[in-house]
């Protein structure tokens, strides 16, 4: 059984790639998840405020969040120095450790200064980089139009300076998420990854606080990737797939390939079940091959893909639901 894929115009020996995490922030947890079988490692992101601070830093500033000063405190507590270099080393490291992809990532939300760090990480060795655009559109104030072309003027910036493939990691909280994702696959994105996973909001009722809602995904959050997925391929966008949040067993990653994913990225599950289990996973997406007679991913990829499967989806599904049928 071949489970190879290509992601980002880079062999992969599976289509799991473990995602950026605490797993992914050292070699050691590295190697036990190439071990297991993962196709590929995103690692655990350098955020654009980590960047900033080294900068800065260099230029003889420290205050990157002088305006807010609980942020700046938080920074302070959370940059151990020489962020950059921990990074670059993070990636050689990576490198010597596997002989898969080991795709870096970047935590942002504004264009600016930092991009420039992106060639330092090609340079270091890292297979392709994954942006993590994360701009919360949490503030009335904030136009939605505006938000996207932040977006595409990040990706543009980043692909000007680097050479390897550049994908883009987005939340759903778009108006309309498959125009989105076009206009990220024209402007140069090799790869989306959908999608990044906000921290829950929740509220403790003994001290009638907010406080911070579940970590861990759970399966059922796969559904929503996996409509999107069916979406964007069915409309033919023009790059690569990697479905993220919720995937939890070898069943899910069939049903994103069956969409049209080129890969799909696990966490959650990895944290529940062990590194591990990336292995059972594979086991059982062979097995699921071998009784439908597919020798390859590339025999079922997208295979579930066509104008009735997308009205399925979509509004007949909605119809049919509530004519009670
Ligand atoms: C403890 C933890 C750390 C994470 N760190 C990062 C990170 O540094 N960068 C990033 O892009 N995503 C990060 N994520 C998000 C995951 O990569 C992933 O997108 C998210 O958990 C949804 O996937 P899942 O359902 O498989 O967990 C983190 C998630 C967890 C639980």
Known sequence: MNLSTTYLGL???SPIIVSSSTF??????IAACAKAGAGAVILKSIFEEQILADIKKEEGYTNIYDTM????????TFLRGNEIEHYVNLIKEAKKAVDIPVIASINCTDKGEWTSISKRFQD???DALELNIAIAPFDNNLDPKAIEDEYIEILKQVKQLVSIPVSVKIGSHFTNICNMAFRL????ANGLVLFNRFYNADIDIKTMKA????ALSSSEENSTTLRYILLLAAQGIACDLSASTGISDGDHVIKQILAGASSVQVCSVLYRNGIDYISQMLNDIEAWMQSN???CIADFKGKVNHEDD?????????LRRNSGI
């Not at 696959?185 to 140069?188: F, L, P, V």
């Not at 997308?310 to 909605?318: A, N, S």
């Open 293 to 295: 007679g597919f020798s």
């Open 11 to 13: 062999k992969l020996k």
């Open 310 to 318: 997308l009205k399925l989806t979509e509004r007949l599904q909605y």
């Open 124 to 126: 270091a060795g890292a």
């Open 211 to 214: 406080a911070p809602g579940q």
């Open 24 to 29: 992914t922030a050292n070699a050691e947890t």
């Open 69 to 76: 000063p609980e942020a700046q405190q938080y920074l302070k």
């Open 185 to 188: 696959a024209c402007n140069g």
